[in-house]
């Protein structure tokens, strides 16, 4: 019993004296640029599938530069194809590198909570199968944001089109 007291005393006192880890030193955290506020405040929102978010903020942080391709004398729109497992962004950038337009695509993406209250308040016993969400921006503001979810109840089924900017 002795020499288990004086085992925790001394390894105590070791955890005081030698601490873990190294507090003076601060690690640097690198965040994305984003040049392109003006689309992702009007794009990117909390509701979204966070697969969308993702890729609409690289979206957004991207850089002409950074474009295999790209050539600075280069003065008309350039398309850059931003790509997730499940779907992707195609997005066109004026010579300055701002977004001109984006077309969204994504299939089974996880449903945002007022998308899934509206169906389970008009659709309770129905089960929702597959989705696939598309949206659009251009001049400046969100065009289209559209979830396509299809339900099955029994040998049933459903295709429903619900817009989210209605929402």
Same mark, same amino acid.
């Given at each position: 019993?002795?020499?288990?007291?004086?085992?925790?005393?001394? *390894?105590?006192?070791?955890?005081?004296?030698?601490?873990?880890?190294?507090?003076?030193?601060?690690?640097?955290?690198? +965040?994305?640029?984003?040049?392109?506020?003006?689309?992702?405040s009007k794009v990117y929102l909390? %509701?979204? @599938?966070? /697969?969308?978010?993702?890729?609409? +903020? &690289?979206?957004?942080?991207?850089?002409? @530069?950074?474009?295999?391709?790209?050539?600075k004398s280069e003065t008309g %729109?350039?398309v850059v194809v931003h790509k997730?497992?499940?779907?992707?962004?195609?997005?066109?950038?004026? #010579?300055?590198?701002?977004?001109?337009?984006?077309?969204?695509?994504?299939?089974?993406?996880? +449903? @945002? #909570?007022? /998308?899934?209250?509206?169906?389970?308040? &008009?659709?309770?016993?129905?089960?929702? /199968? %597959?989705? #696939?969400? *598309?949206? *659009?921006?251009?001049?400046?503001?969100?065009?289209?944001?559209?979830?396509?979810? &299809?339900?099955?109840?029994?040998?049933? *089924?459903?295709?429903?089109?619900?817009?989210?900017?209605?929402?």
């Open positions: 019993m002795k020499k288990l007291v004086l085992t925790l005393v001394v *390894s105590g006192i070791f955890q005081i004296v030698f601490p873990q880890g190294d507090y003076d030193k601060t690690s640097e955290v690198k +965040l994305p640029v984003v040049s392109n506020l003006t689309y992702l909390t %509701e979204s @599938p966070n /697969v969308v978010r993702t890729l609409q +903020l &690289k979206a957004a942080s991207f850089t002409l @530069p950074e474009a295999k391709g790209y050539r %729109e350039f997730a497992s499940n779907g992707d962004i195609t997005v066109s950038y004026d #010579k300055n590198g701002e977004i001109m337009t984006t077309w969204e695509r994504f299939e089974n993406v996880s +449903l @945002p #909570k007022p /998308v899934r209250e509206l169906i389970a308040k &008009k659709y309770g016993d129905w089960k929702i /199968v %597959e989705n #696939k969400y *598309s949206g *659009s921006f251009s001049d400046g503001d969100m065009q289209t944001s559209m979830y396509k979810v &299809k339900l099955v109840n029994g040998n049933r *089924s459903k295709n429903l089109r619900i817009n989210a900017l209605d929402i």
